[in-house]
């Protein structure tokens, strides 16, 4: 419902924050508003040159001369009309020069205002909580960056500076026509009334019909992204017909919004020259009486047309960028209010040093819950030993992930505390908390670039001698070794071209890398065969070796030389011990292991 919210043409708390982002050039801007000045000053001069030329030489009217430039100008009519004619050229020539310059100037300042946004629009979205995604779909927020954007592009380029333009233009003709005859000026404006009319039904048609292409637009982006991600399985339930039928009903209302939009405009401006040609031919009229009894020249006559069709097409123009200015208010007002979204997990005013030392981790009571009071962790209490490998089993459900999701502070918990060196982590610096952690996912994600860089993800620090025995220690070398370009290997969007385990020991690699002091995996060896599983159990026992470390896992087969095992089941922590332990107990973790030991028998037959 955002995409439908228009709101005010003009809104000054807006165009204030608007503007903010142009400040940095605003030299730019004033040197495109000097050039617009003179260009509308230029455009005021043709038509008073024309009268001159026609009033001295081509049909000479005394009592319409001026004497200062009769002085000037040549008696002799050729040599007068060609110097007319060559100042009307320079006039021509300098008018060119400024529109040139003036657009060339705000398009350049717009796109560079428009970077500066998008930046910040992506340094804030970096910065929101994994909270504020799970309520936000991406396509609304592509949305946002992208055509958000462009609308204010549009409004920075051929907008605000094209506003000015168009009202200097109706004040100087006005004031030039008005010198020249008030009788005429007030004939030509006697069809404003309806102009303005017509211009009123105009905007309102075409507000609408920008209304619906904004949420087609939006629902397209939402809809592209969600089907283009789930296209195999899409696929693999035949559902393309269904999917293209759903989309050209979206793309339809597009199209068809688009349309009635080319309506507006196929009747809006026919009629605005209509109403112009039927003043300018009251012109002719009345020019025709006053004309030949002296009372008016010919030479204003003429000037009056090429000043009525200069009245008209400002008028048509403003009324144009009215829209623009009410789509850019209503799409800056979606960018800020995105601007404003502030972080609720935010480093504190003075953050507490992380520990040098090896520290414990402790869990302190902890309730947790994603909505509401549906907690989804209860009373959950435990502690890490500085080096201890520590592994978390249960059901789906049983709130395993979200203890890796609080201990990176993703998520603040509600009750209790989490500590580590015995400090709260909301007293760390949260850049600083996460660098000492390394966390592999159940679903690695590979980035666009080389496969070097997917291990480095930007940290220069990592030498290549650290990138090949991080590789090496996850048994991922070899692999790289045979790629036709090593680590330069090209990786294309999620990793396409990799195979499942593949990307998971990518993904070691680049925890391991960056040598952290605790490390989490979850689920990291669920997605992938008996065979890969071998590698990646071994390139495990590497990982973990002599730091902290937290294995959440469904296949018990990987945890049993954990440490501890906290078995967690329906949100609470209800078993802790090692694997012979729990077996002993015969409790949840016995039973755990009995499904799966049957499972495997079943599947060895």
């Known amino acids: 419902m955002e995409e439908e919210v228009l709101g005010k043409a003009y809104d000054a708390r ?33 038509p008073l040159l024309t009268k001159l030329a026609v009033d001295r030489y081509i049909a000479p009217s005394r009592s319409h001369s001026l004497p200062l430039l009769d002085r000037l100008l040549p008696a002799d009519p050729w040599i007068g009309i060609a110097a007319i004619s060559f100042v009307y050229l320079l006039a021509v020539i300098g008018a060119f020069l ?36 799970d309520s936000n779909p991406v396509g609304r927020l592509v949305t946002r960056v992208t055509t958000d954007v462009d609308t204010l592009n549009e409004l920075f380029t051929s907008g605000l500076v094209m506003i000015v333009g168009d009202v200097l233009m109706l004040s100087f003709v006005t004031i030039a026509m008005f010198r020249l005859s008030p009788a005429m000026t007030g004939l030509l404006l006697a069809v404003m009334p309806l102009v303005i009319l017509v211009t009123v039904v105009f905007r309102r048609t075409v507000q609408q019909s920008y209304r619906r292409i904004r949420v087609a637009i939006a629902r397209i982006n939402a809809y592209l992204q969600e089907h283009v991600n789930g296209i195999a399985v899409l696929q693999l339930f035949n559902r393309e017909s269904k999917s293209l039928r759903e989309f050209d009903r979206i793309n339809r209302d597009h199209m068809d919004a688009y349309k009635d939009s080319i309506t507006a405009y196929g009747w809006f401006y026919p009629i605005v020259e209509f109403l112009g040609m039927l003043a300018i031919a009251a012109l002719l009229a009345y ?64 953050p507490s040093p992380f520990p040098s030392a090896p520290a414990p981790i402790e869990f302190q009571s902890v309730w947790f819950a994603y909505k509401d009071d549906d907690w989804v962790l209860r009373d959950v209490s435990f502690r890490i030993e500085p080096g201890e490998t520590i592994a978390v089993v249960g059901h789906t459900g049983a709130g395993k992930t979200t203890l890796a999701n609080l201990l990176l502070r993703f998520y603040d918990v509600q009750r209790g505390s989490i500590r580590i060196g015995g400090i709260d982590l909301r007293e760390f610096d949260i850049t600083g908390l996460r660098r000492n952690f390394g966390v592999v996912l159940q679903d690695p994600h590979l980035f666009t670039g080389t496969i070097e860089s997917n291990i480095r993800l930007g940290t220069e620090g990592i030498t290549g001698e650290e990138l090949e025995r991080s590789a090496e220690r996850v048994n991922l070398l070899d692999f790289i070794e045979r790629l036709p370009e090593g680590f330069d290997q090209p990786v294309r969007e999620r990793g396409a071209g990799f195979s499942t385990g593949q990307k998971q020991l990518i993904s070691f690699a680049r925890a391991l890398a960056h040598n952290p002091r605790v490390l989490i995996l979850d689920e990291a060896t669920s997605s992938v065969d008996t065979e890969t599983e ?66 495997q028998e079943i599947a060895s037959r």
Not at 16 to 33: E, I, N
Not at 562 to 580: F, N, P, S
Request: proline share 2%.
């Open 98 to 133: 400024c529109d040139f310059g003036e657009t060339y100037l705000m398009q350049w300042t717009g796109q560079k205002a428009m970077f500066d946004l998008r930046r910040d629009l992506m340094a804030h979205l970096q910065k929101l909580d994994i909270a504020y995604y």
């Open 534 to 599: 071998l590698r990646v159990r071994e390139a495990l026992n590497n990982m973990v070796e002599g730091r902290t470390s937290i294995v959440i896992a469904h296949r018990l087969s990987t945890i049993q030389r954990a440490d501890r095992i906290l078995v967690m089941h329906k949100g609470q922590l209800r078993e802790m011990g090692t694997h012979q332990e729990l077996l002993a107990a015969r409790g949840i973790y016995w039973k755990l292991y009995q499904l799966q030991y049957k499972e």
């Open 287 to 350: 020019g025709g009486f006053r004309v030949p009894g002296g009372a008016l020249s010919l030479g204003t006559l003429v000037a009056f047309f090429q000043y009525g069709l200069r009245f008209f097409r400002p008028i048509q123009d403003l009324s144009e960028k009215y829209n623009i200015m009410q789509a850019a208010t209503a799409a800056a007002e979606r960018i800020f209010k995105l601007l404003d979204t502030t972080a609720r997990i935010r480093t504190p005013g003075h």
């Open 14 to 46: 807006i165009m204030r924050r608007l503007l903010a982002y142009m400040k940095p050039y605003r030299r730019t801007v004033l040197v495109s508003l000097l050039l617009l000045l003179f260009n509308s000053l230029l455009q005021i001069l043709g």
